[in-house]
């Protein structure tokens, strides 16, 4: 036993809040590449494109036309995947072909007005107000009583599928809860059963005294790569406070979950100084579905960069067939980041 | 109840191997794409290339030279994730962070020593022969009673994480069971002890009496779009008879099952009339592990493109953070595979 070493040997870790485990192969990294190469998006977007269908004063897919907005903009999505007046229905043929109807409403976020700015790129009180409409938008969708779980969640970049370059966030409501909420709320409602503390609560104990995973910390939150992360530069901000949604933050939290979600993405932008791809989204407790005290809320980053702006980590063969694997370790990758400036390195040229 | 209709209303089917659901949005494909555009990798690659490190003849990472062979190679990965003398052990801080050490073996088969060829321009007798190599695989790594695990895969094409061009498939053995493995393991178990046949014996059935997901069908295998099928184009090969691994195969299953394999790799090339890039792999039971006569040979296909040879769909925010979802039906899709021409596009100019 004395011989197994994380920073050296294949091993596996197990994600608490799912249950599931990851394969880390720490010298995996020095294989040589002859696979894809991406080819980098323009980072030389206008502050406002005629063309987009978020821009203010713009019109959209459905004929109407956006607001001249200041700040941030919401409205429901005009190709949503999910919709509200969806017949209510079940299908069971022969045991096994099974399917129910889901209705739900997906909204859409404009960031900001300005076409060419991300969230690393807005100052903190832009980044706040956005996470006050994250919660007004929180608080209406849960009025909905036929709406069970509020997803909110960016696709950043090219890359990760974001079909439109204006800086943005999506909410997907939905009348039923989603595998990765299940599987999150079995876990974190064990563990407050038998400890009477949420799960994270416990975690972020341990995380602050090992310290080797942290990457940024403020009074109310902790940025970190988690133990079991998956993908290569995944982190993820959890609350000091066990609060179990958006909601409950305070204004001074909401500053402090600003200055934690800049400097994350400042961090990431200057890993590759690329404006770095991700998914990110928080996770909170279900609505119209009983207490959930053991719910604590996170957000997760996925970012797919690897080894450079233009090389990702392909979750592929093994990882669809098998199991998630990943090639450097959770504490590299923390150190990396640690280490970063939180200044955007692009910030002399704004 | 009489008003919801799969084909046109948003939904959500059950994989009934994994027990997951997948969410299904008929309509969704309408909407405007303004997101990334695959570049298609070069398709002029020659017979040989001296610089390939799956060539015939050619030096390795390693230093050793490759055999002069003519049918199909198979060698231990110069860079494998999992290392057959990794140290045992274990770690639990605070029960919380749980590590234990991962050993195993990676093997690299080369198709075929023509460094143009993939699997769907090869003929039956070459990938019959794969399936041998694929079959002396399996029984040469079971054999070693440290191992719980043999993932026979490929990953085709630069979209797919594939590191190398040259035509190969990958095997990942492990001293443990992999995620999927160990759901689908339960799922068939459960269904295996209530009716004495096997899950997919009986799925099987209905897929036959249904007729509209099956894409092609012999003597001893059927290929079908599954009821709940995450990827666009996503297939799967099922073998007619109940057998837990590629060693019980007769011959005439395996001259079968290299047809089946043939048809389906043709179809999706025909289907953007491009080399088709998919991760594929057999599922089998695991070994050295008891009996597990509830486990039924299969072999997923999932494959990323969706709207064209350049636009794949994209797993990302909601998916990675809520539910995997997918865009068209698989009745859509599986109507498109199999309306296709089983003759590859390129065929005349061979
Ligand atoms: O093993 P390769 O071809 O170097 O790498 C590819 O397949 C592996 C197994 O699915 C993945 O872990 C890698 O991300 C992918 O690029
Ligand atoms: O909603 P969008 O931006 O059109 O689309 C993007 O995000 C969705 C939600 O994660 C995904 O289903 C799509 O595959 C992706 O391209």
């Known amino acids: ?35 894809k190469v991406e080819s980098l998006p323009a980072d030389n977007r206008p502050q406002h494109d005629p063309a987009c269908y978020l821009c203010a004063g713009n019109e959209r897919a459905d004929g109407s036309r956006n607001p001249d907005y200041t700040t ?21 043929i022969d045991g096994l072909l099974k399917a129910e109807s889901q209705s739900g409403i997906c909204r859409v976020i404009a960031f900001s007005p300005r076409h060419d ?4 790129e807005l100052d903190l009180n832009a ?47 939905q009348n039923s809860i989603p595998l990765e909420i299940h ?21 972020l104990k341990v995380e602050l005294k090992e310290q080797k995973r942290i990457v940024f910390e403020n009074d109310s939150f902790v940025v970190l790569v988690p133990f079991w992360a998956v993908w ?31 400097n994350i993405t400042v961090r990431y932008d200057n890993l590759f100084q690329v404006s770095f791809p991700y998914s990110a989204g928080m996770h909170q407790m279900p609505v119209n579905d009983g207490d959930h005290a053991e719910w604590h809320w996170h957000m997760h980053f996925y970012p797919p960069l690897l080894r450079s702006a233009t090389i990702k980590k392909f979750m592929v063969g093994y990882e669809m067939l098998g199991n998630p694997q990943r090639d450097i370790t959770p504490e ?9 400036s939180d200044i955007h390195y692009k910030s002399n040229n704004l």
């Open 183 to 203: 599987k999150e709320t079995i876990n974190q409602k064990k563990y407050f059963q038998v400890n009477g503390r949420s799960l994270l609560t416990d975690y």
């Open 1 to 35: 036993d004395t011989n197994f070493d994380m920073n050296e040997h294949p091993h596996t870790r197990q994600n608490i809040l799912t249950g599931e485990w990851v394969l880390v192969s720490p010298h995996r990294t020095k294989r040589p590449w002859q696979g």
């Open 127 to 173: 980044i706040k107000g956005i996470i006050q409409l994250w919660a007004e938008e929180f608080k209406t969708l849960s009025e909905n009583p036929s709406i069970k779980h509020i997803q909110i969640f960016e696709n950043k970049g090219e890359l990760m599928g974001c079909s439109n370059p204006h800086p943005h966030g999506q909410i997907w409501a």
């Open 332 to 340: 590299a990758a923390a150190e990396t980041l640690r280490n970063l």
């Open 232 to 262: 290569p530069y995944e982190t993820m901000i959890i609350s000091k406070r066990h609060v179990r949604s958006i909601l409950e933050f305070t204004d001074k939290e909401q500053k402090d979950l600003a200055s934690a979600l800049k």
């Open 117 to 120: 700015l991300t969230l690393a």
């Open 72 to 92: 941030n903009f919401a409205f429901t999505n005009d190709y949503s995947a999910l919709l509200p007046d969806t017949p209510v229905g079940e299908i069971a």
